[in-house]
């Protein structure tokens, strides 16, 4: 039996963000982590902690999915009683929004499973937790990853370059 | 061995190979220009899609966490494929320090007057090594700096693992983003010119010439115990501060060293592989170029509304130069266009900084600068050899 405050310690945090960074709600990703928890206290034994829990919680995203228009509508919900909790300036505010929207636009534009690949890495998670995770074999991990940082950083340039053509214009 | 591919460079770098597949690896990018190339690129695609995913974190400083303690450290490569390396990332890490310029983590301590901003020791350190890129040149080259309040008056930097938030301006936070962007692809840009220049001349490999270029100025690194003690003083103090934040927040073994990069007092690779031209235009990457200038402009814009007051000092175009072609170059001022309109430098030589005797053209601008034409550049007859680096310098003070 594995200690629950140890897993809970040692996972959360970086658990939540990953589901952070991968739903663009923090509430939902905290109720996500804390179900992710939950099934793991109901197993007996893990065998590798973080790869079970990051692969349960990218499952339970996936699930999540399927009502993503009600989901929506919680996030606008959550999103309006956070912007009343703003105390930083508007323009701040705005920019900081917009800078995480497009980074949002870019992820959104990669294929799920390198979403997922980058996402898992960003957490700390080796090549074969991310494999283990994500069904891949370990050496496709490398080009997976290869893959989703270019595609990444291209469409936020490619992002970027609309966006000065616009002003320019 | 043949070239390695995208996915095996990125496992190398994100420590995901064995120890004898790794040491081929690195064995093969110490000698192989194009693969260096590709290293530096996946560096900067590294560096670059972490800053980009930390726009996400919509959450409290208590949420970001120390890495994971699995990631396996990665042994260095040898310094001059680090340094080579290091050169052709930089710009993408100007874009992902720029990302987070502003927005300090749980670690930021207010220095002296900076109300926001991150690693204060990390940054002593950045313009140590600023510093010790330059020590080679004449002290009136460098003196401003080492007599300047800011040496212990810090530019920022984004370590590529720190999120947070800032109180602090929000001016040209847009013009920021944009600008990380476009940097971000600065690497890319310098790889694949690499790439090229590879392709097309085998007796003068990218990674020869960038080598070439990176060892003259490793030449001329003092020994650290040289440096002014004020500087070193300031990074050691600061170092403990900084010791505990950066322990938890500590990102993988290839960012760390590009996160200790700073915004200011930046190195930019224009064209690492550049073909040696003789007058006329240089055969500068525009983008590098353009990404280097827009560092400094970014600077200016975003520290002035705060009790910091940021002054482009200079542009410093490194050419390696032949020495002939020097003496002509140092009997005239050297102009150049900045959105039109023209720009009086001035020569400085740094001495033999360069395989045949480098000269550097030190460009002072007393507003900030948004963009730079590289093909308004004239180099006043100078006879460019093999090695062209950008260097933004910037000094911070206090008002």
């Known amino acids: 039996?594995?200690?629950?405050?140890?897993?809970?310690?040692?996972?959360?945090?970086?658990?939540?963000?990953?589901?952070?960074?991968?739903?663009?709600?923090?509430?939902?990703?905290?109720?996500?982590?804390?179900?992710?928890?939950?099934?793991?206290?109901?197993?007996?034994?893990?065998?590798?902690?973080?790869?079970?829990?990051?692969?349960?919680?990218?499952?339970?995203?996936r699930d999540a999915a399927r009502q993503e228009s009600r989901r929506r509508r919680h996030l606008e919900l959550l999103r309006a009683e956070e912007a009343g909790r703003m105390v930083e300036s508007p323009a701040t505010a705005m920019e900081r929004a917009e800078e995480r929207a497009q980074a949002r636009r870019a992820l959104e534009q990669l294929a799920e499973r390198d979403r997922e690949a980058l996402l898992m890495r960003e957490e700390g998670l080796n090549y074969e937790e991310i494999a283990a995770a994500l069904g891949l074999s370990v050496g496709s991990v490398g080009t997976t990853l290869a893959r989703a940082r270019r595609r990444l950083v291209e469409a936020v340039e490619q992002s970027d370059s609309q966006s000065v053509g616009q002003s320019d214009s | 061995m043949k070239h390695l591919d995208e996915g095996t460079i990125h496992a190398w770098l994100d420590g995901a190979l064995g120890a004898g597949e790794a040491a081929e690896v690195e064995r093969h990018a110490a000698e192989c220009g194009e693969c260096a190339a590709r290293v530096a690129e996946a560096r900067g695609l590294i560096a670059g899609a972490s800053r980009i995913l930390s726009a996400l974190d919509d959450v409290?400083?208590?949420?970001?966490?120390?890495?994971?303690?699995?990631?396996?450290?990665?042994?260095?490569?040898?310094?001059?494929?680090?340094?080579?390396?290091?050169?052709?990332a930089a710009g993408v890490v100007v874009a992902v320090g720029l990302r987070t310029r502003g927005r300090p983590g749980p670690e930021s301590t207010p220095v002296r007057g900076v109300s926001t901003g991150p690693s204060?020791?990390?940054?002593?350190?950045?313009?140590?090594?600023?510093?010790?890129?330059?020590?080679?040149?004449?002290?009136?080259?460098?003196?401003?700096?080492?007599?300047?309040?800011?040496?212990?008056?810090?530019?920022?930097?984004?370590?590529?693992?720190?999120?947070?938030?800032?109180?602090?301006?929000?001016?040209?936070?847009?013009?920021?983003?944009?600008?990380?962007?476009?940097?971000?692809?600065?690497?890319?840009?310098?790889?694949?010119?690499?790439?090229?220049?590879?392709?097309?001349?085998?007796s003068a490999p990218a990674g020869e010439s960038a080598r070439r270029?990176?060892?003259?100025?490793?030449?001329?690194?003092?020994?650290?115990?040289?440096?002014?003690?004020?500087?070193?003083?300031?990074?050691?103090?600061?170092?403990?501060?900084?010791?505990?934040?950066?322990?938890?927040?500590?990102?993988?073994?290839?960012?760390?060293?590009?996160?200790?990069?700073?915004m200011c007092f930046e190195e930019v690779p224009a064209a690492p592989a550049m073909a040696p031209v003789t007058g006329g235009v240089p055969r500068v990457a525009p983008k590098a170029m353009a990404g280097a200038a827009r560092v400094g402009a970014d600077v200016a814009a975003s520290t002035s509304a705060d009790q910091l007051?940021?002054?482009?000092?200079?542009?410093?175009?490194?050419?390696?130069?032949?020495?002939?072609?020097?003496v002509a170059a140092d009997a005239r001022p050297a102009r150049l266009l900045l959105n039109g309109d023209a720009v009086t430098g001035e020569w400085q030589r740094l001495g033999a900084t360069g395989a045949s005797g480098g000269d550097s053209l030190v460009l002072r601008f007393g507003r900030p600068v948004t963009r730079v034409l590289p093909a308004a550049l004239t180099p006043n007859g100078l006879k460019i050899g093999a090695r062209v680096l950008v260097r933004v310098r910037c000094e911070i003070v206090k008002r």
């Open chain 2, 213 to 262: 270029g990176v060892a003259a100025n490793v030449a001329v690194l003092p020994d650290s115990t040289t440096l002014p003690a004020r500087a070193r003083a300031t990074a050691e103090a600061l170092k403990a501060q900084d010791a505990m934040a950066t322990a938890a927040a500590e990102p993988h073994a290839p960012s760390a060293e590009l996160g200790r990069v700073p």
């Open chain 2, 120 to 202: 204060p020791a990390g940054i002593a350190e950045s313009l140590i090594d600023s510093i010790e890129v330059i020590k080679g040149a004449p002290a009136s080259t460098y003196g401003a700096y080492l007599g300047s309040p800011a040496i212990s008056v810090k530019v920022a930097q984004g370590d590529s693992q720190r999120a947070g938030r800032s109180d602090g301006p929000s001016v040209g936070r847009t013009e920021r983003r944009q600008t990380a962007a476009k940097s971000a692809t600065v690497a890319a840009e310098a790889a694949k010119t690499a790439r090229s220049a590879a392709a097309a001349a085998p």
């Open chain 2, 60 to 88: 409290g400083a208590e949420i970001v966490p120390a890495r994971a303690p699995e990631v396996k450290r990665k042994r260095r490569g040898p310094r001059a494929t680090r340094v080579v390396a290091w050169l052709a």
């Open chain 1, 1 to 61: 039996m594995h200690d629950a405050d140890r897993l809970f310690r040692d996972y959360h945090v970086p658990l939540v963000r990953y589901l952070t960074r991968r739903l663009g709600d923090r509430d939902w990703a905290e109720e996500v982590a804390q179900e992710t928890f939950l099934r793991a206290l109901r197993q007996r034994e893990l065998s590798n902690e973080r790869a079970w829990l990051f692969t349960v919680a990218t499952n339970l995203v």
């Open chain 2, 309 to 326: 007051d940021a002054r482009l000092v200079s542009t410093v175009l490194m050419l390696d130069s032949t020495p002939a072609s020097a």
